[in-house]
């Protein structure tokens, strides 16, 4: 933020700016508070082995969802992920 121009931003518009910052801090208080209730409900119904699944792949879904090119290297090392936790369960 310091290499931004988010001091002088605030310096001029100081309501929106703040009010901004506060919506930013509202959304990600809650955001992650609701996110860490869903992911413990998942952890107390399953096993810990899925939800560590689950953790792995949220990210290559999130990527088609926003539009995020998906490379072959991204494949790859979803696969190699996969194959590790398979790997784990077998055993």
């Known amino acids: 933020m310091i290499l931004s121009d988010v001091v002088h931003t605030v310096r001029v518009n100081t309501n929106t700016a703040l009010s901004s910052i506060v919506y930013l801090m509202i959304l990600g ?8 209730i869903y992911f413990n409900k998942l952890a107390q119904r399953t ?6 699944l ?38």
């Open 29 to 36: 208080v809650f955001g992650t508070a609701i996110a860490q």
């Open 47 to 52: 096993s810990a082995l899925f939800v560590t």
């Open 54 to 91: 689950t953790t792995f792949v949220i990210p290559v879904f999130i990527g088609f969802f926003i539009g995020e090119e998906i490379m072959l290297l991204h494949i790859a090392g979803l696969l190699i992920i996969l194959s590790g936790i398979y790997s784990v369960v077998k055993s």
